[in-house]
């Protein structure tokens, strides 16, 4: 089995993580949750919690596992598009602005129309023009209004996207509304992703949302994003054994307040460009750092994925492509990775999306896949016969089998294949004019998801007023 790092490096870097949480501790920004932890035996000093060892390997004992050892088919999935923009590159002017209520929806549409998507999420951040009384709760119901997709939600309530500030409130009333939506109340409906504070802490609106998905039995995953040399460890493995010791704290916590609850990890931390003090994605040590955290994660058997597709760039160009290439397929020459899980679209480090890229990253996804899926190694005992006739037809054109042409071949819609015999076509050398007819003709195609009265009656509260029925 093919591994990025040996299994006694593994086994050292897990110790030091257990010995970080231990002896460094980490700092949880909330009475209640050290108040937790103190009872249960951890020694407590200010907002600093030290975990010992046996708490910890108790908290990991009852977090659900993932069973690694099941071959699966490698794919790439796309989870959503942008993550968490809360700009918009406008691909016709090359300007930067902030997202609004019109780019969310039309993210919606690109999500639902390619089955590349297997979840949804607000990846227009807080959009501009948002009138309903709770931000964060109506991004929620956009999603339930817009989307049939799995909510995998990596947004999280913020006091300025809540109402009146109320956090824990917002969230709660979120996740409540989802499982309403869909009137499911015996096991989680949605998945909350929880971004911790490096160095080493846990701040206040992370642990109010936190506690609003384990009030609400809802699964949770923790995602550091911690910066080499700026906000972590300057060294991919310092980094890595930081974030993982964050994680295994957080999952402590959420083990000890209600053990069994659905828990996964991810990566997505990355270097800093120190020349520029700015987050770099686009790279190969952006990859490093997820396969060392998720070979560390398959470790101890619990669930983690690694995610693709990013890009640094503030254009559609070169830089883009090779970028989101790069970081979706070299965690498969890294690791025995079974999936990678891709968002297209990025741009400038998780700060931008452009509905162009997203098009794009879809057909880089497709081309993956076919990278993949290799080649059907059958032999066809008609092959001497099929190829005696070709010879004297002086061509495979008529006597040739298309559907065995179409199984054995991926024939992109986007890219120029045509040779200089297209030069002189602009819309064959127009990549931009080809993904805006792609674009539009998806919008086109999108048709809002069948609700129930029921369900329309229960997101209009909460609907900004341009999403209301």
């Known amino acids: 089995m093919r591994k990025f790092v040996d299994d006694v490096t593994i086994q050292n870097a897990y110790m030091q993580a257990l010995e970080i949480v231990e002896n460094v501790g980490v700092r949880f920004a909330s009475e209640g949750v050290r108040e937790l932890f103190k009872r249960r035996g951890a020694r407590v000093e200010g907002d600093k919690v030290f975990i010992p060892r046996h708490l910890m390997e108790e908290a990991l004992e009852s977090t659900p596992k993932q069973d690694y050892s099941v071959p699966a088919v490698k794919r790439v999935v796309a989870a959503t598009p942008f993550s968490n923009a809360p700009f918009i590159l406008d691909d016709d002017t090359g300007a930067i602005r902030r997202c609004n209520i019109a780019d969310a929806i039309k993210m919606y549409q690109i999500t639902e129309t390619s089955s590349l998507y297997e979840c949804a999420n607000p990846g227009c951040a807080d959009p501009a023009g948002n009138d309903a009384p709770d931000q964060f709760v109506s991004q929620m119901a956009m999603l339930l209004k817009y989307s049939d997709k799995y909510p995998s939600i990596g947004l999280r309530a913020t006091s300025s996207n809540s109402r009146n500030g109320d956090v824990y409130g917002s969230a709660r009333q979120a996740f409540r509304l989802v499982r309403e939506f869909y009137d499911v109340w015996d096991r989680p409906v949605m998945t909350q992703g929880i971004c911790p504070n490096p160095p080493l802490a846990y701040d206040q609106e992370s642990l109010d949302n936190l506690n609003a998905a384990i009030d609400e039995q809802q699964a949770i995953s923790i995602f550091p994003c911690t910066l080499t040399f700026m906000t972590g460890p300057e060294s991919i493995m310092g980094i890595v054994i930081h974030d993982f010791a964050m994680s295994l704290a957080g999952l402590a916590y959420i083990q000890l307040k209600s053990p069994g609850h ?21 790279t190969s040590e952006a990859v490093f750092t997820q396969v ?4 560390l994660s398959k470790y101890l058997s619990l ?8 890009g640094d760039g503030t254009a ?10 790069l970081t979706t397929m070299l965690p498969f020459s890294l690791t025995e990775v079974d999936e990678v899980w891709c968002y297209p679209g990025i741009m400038a480090g998780f700060s931008c999306g452009s509905f162009h890229k997203a098009i794009l990253d879809e057909e880089m996804m497709r081309y993956t896949k076919r990278m993949l899926q290799r080649v059907e190694m059958t032999f066809d ?8 006739a070709g010879q004297d037809e002086g061509s495979f054109l008529g006597i040739g089998s298309m559907a065995t042409y179409r199984r054995d071949h991926y024939l992109t819609k986007i890219f120029n294949k045509g040779g200089i015999s297209q030069a002189g076509n602009p819309e064959n050398n127009n990549l931009a004019y080809k993904v805006q007819q792609v674009l539009e003709g998806r919008i086109a195609a999108y048709q809002l998801p069948q609700r129930s009265a029921a369900q329309m009656k229960l997101l209009q509260p909460y609907l900004p007023s341009q999403c209301q029925y």
């Open 292 to 295: 060392i955290f998720y070979e």
């Open 316 to 325: 559609v160009d070169y830089q883009a492509g090779m970028e989101a290439l």
């Open 262 to 282: 659905a828990t996964s990890l991810c990566e997505f931390s990355t270097m800093s460009d120190i020349s520029t003090l700015q987050p770099a994605y686009g």
């Open 381 to 388: 005992p008609e092959l001497p016969g099929l190829i005696a």
């Open 303 to 310: 669930p983690c994925v690694i995610c693709g597709s990013y």
